[in-house]
């Protein structure tokens, strides 16, 4: 699905997502990642290998993602933006994705991650089916 302007726009602002994973019981698993787009790609970097989240998308690829927005919209709600999809997790590329988000989330100036020579970590790319939520993108 080729995602809306307006969530593109929030996406890449800098506001924290909610990812929701499946663990092995059904139950939720939540986390909060950084994000960019890559095409019509969500991506998030982890530099640690074997994060629950990471493997629950091995073994479920079901995602939702949520982002906060910042404008209100009759009759009073923050936007925000609710994205379905499916994930899958790539080897490498972790560090250079999230020196790239860091200077989103975190500055111009910043160096993360803040080590010498980081591990290769994984990248988590989303794969949009639907999007929902209150903004633009759900009119």
């Known amino acids: 699905m ?4 307006s ?3 929030l996406l890449e602002s800098g506001s924290l997502a909610h990812l929701v994973t499946l663990n092995r019981d059904g139950s939720p698993q939540v986390t909060c990642v950084w994000v960019g787009l890559e095409g019509d790609e ?3 970097g982890h530099l640690r290998v074997g994060q ?3 493997r629950n998308v ?3 690829p079901r995602v939702a993602l949520s982002v906060e927005g910042t404008e209100v919209q009759p009759p009073g709600l923050k936007q925000y ?4 999809g499916r994930a899958r ?3 490498g590329g972790a560090a250079e994705l ?3 988000l860091a200077h989103v989330y975190l500055g111009p100036e910043v160096r993360f991650p803040p080590m010498e020579d980081p591990p290769p970590g994984q990248i988590l790319r989303i794969e949009v089916e639907r999007v929902g939520g209150v903004g633009p993108w759900a009119a």
């Open 2 to 5: 080729r995602l809306p302007e």
């Open 58 to 60: 091995a073994r479920d």
């Open 89 to 91: 997790v790539e080897d």
């Open 81 to 84: 933006l609710v994205v379905h």
């Open 52 to 54: 629950r989240k990471l």
């Open 42 to 44: 969500i991506v998030s």
């Open 98 to 100: 999230l020196q790239r």
């Open 7 to 9: 969530a593109r726009a």
